[in-house]
C-alpha cells in the first residue's frame, strides 16, 4: 500500500485489549484519513444519546495519506470524540511531529474505546504495541509527562501525545498536547482522555512511507515547497506566526475585546508581533515537512512573568489579552505557558474568565461569589490565579469555570447577556465590527464542531476562483461579494465551498498555513493537494474529487450533529451579535434578517432541508444514504 500507512489500532480499556485490523479501501478513498476517517467512524460506532465522560464515546486520533512523506506542511493530527462541551461531534487539530513518528510506527489512526480501571498510557514500538501503567504519571504536567516517558524508554526520540492535569479533572476545554505546545482538540477532547484514565500515547516509529511514484512525488513537493516559500502570505506568517492578526483585527475594529462587547482595545499595540520580536522572542521553528516556521520560541528572562515556552500565537494572546482587557504580554506568555502545561485550551479558557469578568462588571458576580478574587477588566493577577484553580478544580469558583461559560451561566442568575457561546462552546476570535466579514458570522454559527476559526470562512482559503464563479455565477459575482464584506448575497455559497475545502485539508492533514487561492495568494490549491495525493498514493485524483470528498465529510459530521437533535435554530449567534449599531469606523452587528438569508443560502446549496438536516437525496449522492432514518425521527435527540 501506497502513502497510507494501512492499519487501525483499537484500543479496548476496560479489557486491556488492543487489536489491529487494516484500514479499508472504502474509508480510504472516501474518507481520506484524519478528520474525515474519524468522524465517519464516530458517527457508526458512538450510540446516540450517551454521555461524553461515559465509557461508551470513543476517542479517535487519525492522520492522513501524506503524513511522514516530504509534502508540505504534512505533519498534522486529529483528535475527535463526542464533545463535553457541545454534545455533539467534537475534534483538534494539531502539529509537530507525533504525527509522522505515528506513521513510521505503521499506523493512520487509534480509536480508544471504554475507560481503564487505573490510569494508563498507550506504548507504540512499531508492531510491538501495549498499555501500560500511567500512576507515576497521573498529576504531572504535559512537560513533566515527556520529560519522564523520555526517561522511561530511554529514547530521546520518543514523541507523545498527552494530557495535563486540566484533562485528569475532567475540566471541559482540555485539550490533547503533543510534546507540550502542540494542541489539538477544540471542545474537551483531553477532558475525554481524562474520563477514560488515558495520560498519553508514546510513539517511536522506525519504518517509511512507501510512495507509489517516488520520482514525481519528489518533484510535485518540491514545486509545493518553491512555491510556498516565494508566497508573500507565507513570507509573513514566517516572520510574524498569527500574532499579525492582532494589528489586522484592529484595523477592521473586530478584534474581541472585554468579553467581546467591543472591537477595538486601546492596548493592542503592545500585543502585536513586532512587540513580541522586540522583546520576547527567541527564535524561529517548524513542525515535521514545514516550508514557514511560523512557530517561536519565547523567553521572558525576569520579573513576576517569568517564564519560557513555544508557541505563542494569537490564538493564545487575544483570550487573556483583549478579551480581559489585559495589556501586558509577559504576563500573557506567562498565561500561555501555564495553559500548555496544565493542558487547557486558550480560547476557551480566556473565555470563561472574560465572561466572569462581564458578570463582575455588572454586578452579577461579587468577591464572595468569586472567593475574594476581583475581576475587574484588565486585573492581570487575577487570571494568574484563576488558571491553576480551573486546572484543578479548586474551590466552589475554580471548579465552576472548569464547566465552561455556557454550563457555568446557568448557575449565575441574569448571566445569560454575558454568554458568547453557540451549540455550548465559546465563539473564539470574533466580534462583528464595522470590517467584519458576514462570511465569518455564518461560519462561526454552523461549524460542525462548535464556533470556531478553522472550519471554513475565517481563514479565507476559498477553493479555487474557477470553482467559485462557476457556483455564484461568474468572476463578477464572485468580485462584487468580496468587495462587500457586509453584503449577505453568495455568502452561504462561498462558506458552503469553504467547509468542504476545510474538510478535505483536515483529512490530509495539511497544514491550513500552506492551502488557498486566488491570484495574490499563492498558496496550494485542490488541483495541486491532489496532484500531491495521486502520485503519494497512486490512486489518481483531481482536484474535484478532493471537494467532493470535503462534501461527503462535512454532511456525515452534519448527520452526526443532527442524530443528536442539532436544528436550525442552534445555527446561529449570540444574542448580543444581533444588535446593530453605530461606531467611528462603521457599522456594528449582524443584521438578524440577512443572517437567516444566509442561512437558508447555505443550506439550500448544500442540499439540506430548511432545519438544516441533510435531505435523503443529498445523503444517497454521497454514499451516506443510511444515515438518513437515524437522523430523521428514529433517533431520540440528546441536544437542547
Given at each position: 500500500m501506497y502513502g497510507w500507512a494501512g492499519q487501525r489500532l483499537k484500543v479496548y480499556l476496560t479489557e486491556g485489549k488492543i487489536v489491529k485490523e487494516p484500514l479499508s479501501e472504502d474509508l480510504r478513498l472516501n474518507y481520506l484519513g484524519g478528520r474525515g476517517l474519524n468522524s465517519k467512524l464516530l458517527f457508526d460506532e458512538i450510540p446516540p444519546g450517551i454521555d461524553a465522560f461515559s465509557p461508551e464515546n470513543i476517542s479517535m486520533l487519525g492522520i492522513g495519506p501524506l503524513n511522514g512523506t516530504a509534502a508540505p506542511a504534512s505533519s498534522r493530527w486529529t483528535v475527535s470524540a463526542k464533545s463535553p462541551m457541545t454534545g455533539g461531534l467534537g475534534d483538534g487539530n494539531g502539529g509537530g511531529d507525533a504525527a509522522t513518528e505515528l506513521k513510521f510506527a505503521g499506523y493512520d489512526q487509534i480509536s480508544i474505546y471504554g475507560r481503564s480501571p487505573k490510569p494508563v498510557y498507550l506504548w507504540i514500538h512499531d508492531d510491538k504495541v501495549e498499555l501500560r501503567d500511567?500512576?507515576?504519571?497521573?498529576?504531572?504536567?504535559t512537560g513533566e509527562t515527556h520529560r519522564q516517558l523520555v526517561k522511561d524508554l530511554g529514547d530521546r526520540e520518543v514523541r507523545e501525545f498527552s494530557i495535563g492535569p486540566a484533562g485528569e479533572n475532567l475540566v471541559r476545554f482540555a485539550k490533547v498536547f503533543a510534546n507540550i505546545t502542540r494542541t489539538g482538540g477544540k471542545g474537551g477532547m483531553g477532558a475525554v482522555w481524562g474520563s477514560k484514565n488515558l495520560k498519553a500515547i508514546a510513539v517511536r516509529g522506525t519504518g517509511s512511507v512507501k510512495i507509489a511514484k517516488p520520482r514525481e512525488f519528489y518533484q510535485s513537493a518540491r514545486q509545493a515547497h518553491e512555491k510556498l516559500r516565494a508566497s508573500l502570505p507565507c513570507q509573513v506568517r514566517s516572520r510574524e506566526g498569527t500574532l499579525q492578526l492582532t494589528r489586522l483585527r484592529t484595523m477592521v475594529h473586530s478584534l474581541p475585546t472585554r468579553n467581546q462587547q467591543e472591537g477595538y482595545f486601546e492596548g493592542w499595540e503592545k500585543l502585536t508581533s513586532e512587540a513580541f520580536e522586540a522583546q520576547y522572542a527567541v527564535k524561529h521553528k517548524g513542525c515535521s515537512a514545514c516550508p514557514i516556521s511560523c512557530s517561536h520560541y519565547y523567553r521572558v528572562a525576569d520579573g513576576p512573568y517569568a517564564t519560557q515556552g513555544e508557541s505563542n500565537e494569537y490564538g493564545t494572546t487575544y483570550p487573556f489579552g483583549p478579551k480581559c482587557g489585559i495589556d501586558n504580554l509577559a504576563a500573557i506568555l506567562l498565561m500561555t505557558t501555564i495553559c500548555d502545561q496544565l493542558g487547557m485550551d486558550t480560547h476557551s479558557c480566556g473565555a470563561a474568565i472574560s465572561f466572569a469578568m462581564e458578570c463582575w462588571q455588572r454586578g452579577l458576580l461579587t468577591a464572595r461569589d468569586t472567593e475574594n478574587i476581583d475581576l475587574s477588566w484588565g486585573n492581570t493577577d487575577a487570571v494568574l490565579q484563576l488558571l491553576p484553580k480551573i486546572a484543578y478544580r479548586q474551590g466552589s469558583f475554580g471548579n465552576l469555570l472548569a464547566e465552561?461559560?455556557?454550563?457555568?451561566?446557568?448557575?449565575?442568575?441574569?448571566?445569560?447577556?454575558?454568554?458568547?457561546t453557540v451549540k455550548g462552546l465559546e465563539v473564539s476570535a470574533f466580534y462583528p465590527g464595522a470590517g467584519a466579514n458576514l462570511i465569518e458570522a455564518l461560519a462561526y454559527a454552523t461549524a460542525s464542531r462548535g464556533p470556531d476559526h478553522m472550519r471554513g470562512g475565517v481563514g479565507g482559503h476559498t477553493l479555487g476562483m474557477s470553482r467559485l464563479a462557476e457556483a455564484l455565477g461568474g468572476e463578477e459575482a464572485v468580485a462584487r461579494m468580496m468587495r462587500e464584506p457586509r453584503s449577505h448575497e453568495g455568502k452561504g455559497i462561498f462558506l458552503s465551498l469553504d467547509q468542504d475545502?476545510?474538510?478535505?485539508?483536515?483529512?490530509?492533514?495539511i497544514c491550513d498555513f500552506v492551502v488557498g487561492t486566488g491570484p495574490r495568494k499563492r498558496c496550494l490549491n485542490p488541483d495541486e493537494l491532489a496532484q500531491l495525493v495521486s502520485k503519494a498514493t497512486g490512486i489518481e485524483m483531481d482536484g474535484d474529487d478532493m471537494m467532493k470528498i470535503g462534501e461527503r465529510i462535512s454532511n456525515v459530521e452534519r448527520a452526526f450533529n443532527a442524530r443528536v437533535g442539532m436544528r436550525r435554530k442552534h445555527d446561529t449567534l449570540p444574542r448580543p451579535f444581533f444588535v446593530e449599531g453605530d461606531s467611528p469606523w462603521g457599522p456594528t452587528g449582524v443584521n438578524e434578517t440577512h443572517f437567516q438569508a444566509m442561512l437558508d443560502e447555505f443550506y439550500k446549496f448544500r442540499g439540506w432541508d430548511r432545519d438544516g438536516v441533510p435531505t435523503r437525496e443529498k445523503l444517497e449522492e454521497l454514499g451516506l444514504g443510511y444515515t438518513a432514518d437515524q437522523i430523521r425521527g428514529n433517533a431520540v435527540?440528546?441536544?437542547d
Open positions: 500511567a500512576t507515576h504519571l497521573w498529576g504531572k504536567t465552561g461559560s455556557h454550563l457555568a451561566s446557568q448557575q449565575i442568575k441574569g448571566s445569560e447577556i454575558c454568554l458568547r475545502f476545510s474538510s478535505f485539508i483536515n483529512s490530509l492533514n435527540p440528546d441536544y
